[in-house]
């Protein structure tokens, strides 16, 4: 950077030198021509010192900076060559302005500025001095607070930086504009150096500037440049468990606004390392256990090393399968690269920030991704979830069921992935989907929504003699909130759609537990939110069991001959053809009803 930064002062220092000479053969406006010069000799000091400090300059400002001081020397040059014009006639007729006098001494004056505040923010002893702002600032302040930021990050002392670091989170949370100069500036980088090598206070700042700067895909694009995924995997396997969480923060911030960053990190194994996470103290290491026996409960393979915190799951006991086990199995932590050591002695908030941290990137990680869902299945994680799930603090908690949710999404389109996955006779799954269950059944509105959809999208998994999970989803339709009644109608239309083979079956079973009538209520006097995913439900039934007595009994006929007739429920051909084919179906088996709807 130093050749880089003397190649850019040597013009400026030839032209202030020009322009010094030109001063002393000036023949007219010797005296404004006298102050020129006394202006540029000293703007050249200070460009000399500038060369000579050229290891330690601020790239960045020092450009802004010289680009203005070069503009103004041109224009002194050139006023001040015409003030050496030889012969009387040129002499008589050069007019030059004493406003481009005053504009010029001005703009000297501001360079000589600029250039000391350059100086200044670049100094190794600045420390705490207060620096104020350089007349550059005038058109742009909060550049300059940037500039001064990150040239401490470049120069400062370890505290210094830690400082610098935090103003910097100030700055990037105000708006989005300060974090993209924060990067467009160059303060990646000495971010990036601080994370690795800081004190932990600097290595946290660090880390959650950098999770900050990452709000849009071009400067998430240049962190990746920089290597910040490799940065941030070496972090989460070295560093103080503080510190670690905060990365794993910023993982998921980098990966929820540029999704090309979940490859990215997944090829630097980082998924292991946030598992690893969520393991510790969560359940068994696979290396303390041997491989299980058909008697064996899952509360086996359940760890809790801290009993009054109540970590052991209350999970049901379910016969392990030996394939799951042999693979689990071969996912140690010794494989994982992370050692325990040390990990016991944080205290327990820390470690649960920690496991918080790792779910929430995990669940950022796994969206839309069938690799990472694949490496996070393969894992403990499944059960780490079950655990959590009904043991987490309260953001582990819903990191958790965020991270199943986007898991059980993928799996739902990867069938490959949903049959290894979320095997029925899986210990892992099994408990994962007790625990889901058990959310719905006690309507915790924090995890609820998400653990609804989870349930949907293993729609396909379940056996027909399942039922466990459409009980709770059915009473879910019964006068609550509508967001909540429409997510329920969704899920269950996952059970009873044309995809699922065993519809039949679970068209039968929302039957029984009494859907039908919930549903008309709900297409007849729900909100718009709710109605269409009413009717979608509604008609998946009646043409699946259009036999049914109860929706002869409840005149479901009517109803959606009803609904035929209502243009805003007919807008999605999808639901038009289906209301139709559903309704020829009833026509064979039922007569209309007297409800007279119109």
Same mark, same amino acid.
């Given at each position: ?41 000293? &703007?050249?000091? &200070? ?7 050229? #290891? ?165 694009? /240049?962190?990746? /440049? ?30 929820? %606004? ?18 690893? /996470? ?7 290491? /696979? ?11 899952? %509360? ?15 999970? %049901?006991?379910?016969?392990? #399968? ?7 199995? !071969? ?11 040390? *990990? ?35 894992? *403990? ?104 009644? #429409? ?12 995809? #699922?083979?065993?519809?039949?079956? %679970? ?13 008309? !209520? ?77």
């Amino acid at each position: 950077m130093a050749d880089i930064v003397k190649q850019i002062l040597a013009k400026p220092i030839q032209l202030a030198d020009q322009v010094t000479q030109a001063a002393d053969m000036a023949t007219s406006f010797k005296q404004e021509c006298a102050e020129l010069k006394s202006k540029t000799e000293r &703007l050249a000091v &200070l460009l000399r010192q500038a060369a000579r400090a050229s #290891n330690d300059l601020y790239q960045r400002p020092t450009r802004r900076i010289i680009d203005d001081t070069e503009q103004a020397l041109e224009m002194a040059i050139s006023i001040v060559s015409k003030c050496c014009a030889q012969g009387l006639i040129q002499r008589v007729f050069t007019i030059i302005p004493s406003a481009s006098f005053r504009n010029l001494s001005s703009q000297l004056e501001n360079s000589i500025g600029n250039v000391s505040w350059l100086l200044r923010v670049s100094s190794t002893e600045s420390g705490d001095e207060y620096l104020g702002l350089p007349p550059i600032a005038a058109s742009e302040p909060i550049l300059c607070f940037i500039w001064e930021h990150i040239a401490i990050l470049y120069t400062g002392s370890v505290n210094d930086r830690s400082e610098a670091a935090a103003s910097l989170i100030s700055l990037a949370k105000d708006n989005h504009r300060n974090g993209k100069l924060i990067v467009e500036e160059g303060g990646v980088g000495p971010l990036l150096k601080l994370l690795k090598e800081g004190k932990l206070e600097g290595q946290e700042n660090a880390a959650k500037a950098i999770g900050l700067l990452g709000r849009d895909t071009e400067s998430v694009e /240049h962190m990746v /440049h920089l290597g910040v995924c490799s940065v941030f995997v070496k972090i989460l396997k070295e560093s103080p468990m503080k510190v670690q969480a905060v990365v794993a923060w910023a993982v998921s911030k980098l990966s929820a %606004h540029y999704p090309k960053c979940q490859d990215l990190f997944h090829q630097h194994n980082i998924i292991r390392l946030l598992v690893s /996470h969520l393991a510790f103290e969560t359940v068994q290491e /696979h290396s303390k256990y041997a491989i299980a026996s058909k008697a064996t409960s899952i %509360h086996a393979v359940v760890f809790a090393s801290n009993n009054k915190k109540g970590n052991v799951t209350s999970v %049901h006991k379910v016969n392990d #399968n030996n394939d799951d086990v042999n693979h689990q199995h !071969q996912h140690s932590v010794s494989s994982t690269g992370v050692s325990s050591k040390g *990990r016991e002695l944080e205290e327990s908030a820390t470690k649960d920030y920690m496991k918080a941290m790792a779910a929430r990137a995990l669940w950022k990680l796994a969206k839309g991704n069938s690799s990472i869902c694949r490496s996070i299945t393969e894992s *403990r994680a499944l059960l780490c979830f079950a655990v959590l799930l009904e043991k987490g603090t309260e953001d582990t908690q819903y990191n958790s069921a965020m991270a199943v949710m986007e898991i059980t999404a993928v799996a739902e389109k990867d069938s490959d992935l949903r049959k290894s996955a979320f095997k029925p006779n899986s210990p892992a799954c099994k408990a994962l989907v007790d625990q889901l269950v058990k959310i719905i059944e006690k309507e915790d509105l924090n995890l609820l929504i998400p653990c609804i959809r989870a349930i949907g999208n293993l729609a396909r998994t379940f056996r027909a003699t399942e039922t466990r999970m459409i009980s709770p989803l059915v009473k879910l339709l019964d006068e609550r909130e509508a967001e909540i009644s #429409n997510e329920a109608a969704t899920a269950l239309a996952k059970f009873a759609c044309n995809d #699922n083979y065993l519809h039949m079956d %679970h068209c039968k079973a929302i039957i029984s537990m009494g859907g039908a009538k919930h549903l008309i !209520q709900l297409v007849f006097l729900g909100e718009k939110i709710v109605q269409n995913s009413a009717l979608l439900l509604l008609c998946y039934i009646a043409l699946h069991v259009p036999d049914s007595d109860e929706l002869a009994q409840s005149e479901v006929l009517s109803v959606l001959e009803w609904a035929s007739k209502q243009a805003y429920l007919n807008q999605d051909e999808k639901v038009e053809a289906l209301l139709q084919e559903s309704k020829s179906r009833l026509e064979l088996y039922q007569s209309r009803g007297s409800r007279g709807f119109h």
